[in-house]
């Protein structure tokens, strides 16, 4: 039960609401779609993903090779 309750509050974004950040592709929700900061390969397809912040991928310095198919992307903030 612990368990469960620890793991619950461990998935919430107390820093942005789910409305703001549904479909959004930021920096603070990179990570956490699986692409760690030293990633060389990111593996984002089929996320749902419509928008893009022009600063997602600032921290990835090692990124060479990056799948974005399969969102519904619409725009770059």
């Known amino acids: 039960m612990v368990l469960l309750f620890v793991w619950f509050f461990s998935t ?5 609401s789910y409305a703001q950040t549904e479909g959004l592709l930021s920096k603070e929700t990179i990570i956490s779609m699986g692409c760690p900061t030293d990633a060389i390969t990111c593996e984002l397809s089929n996320r749902s993903i419509t928008t893009i912040e022009s600063d997602a991928f600032v921290n990835h310095t090692q990124l060479q090779v990056l799948n974005l198919s399969f969102n519904q992307l619409t725009g770059l903030d």
């Open 12 to 16: 919430l974004d107390f820093g942005m």
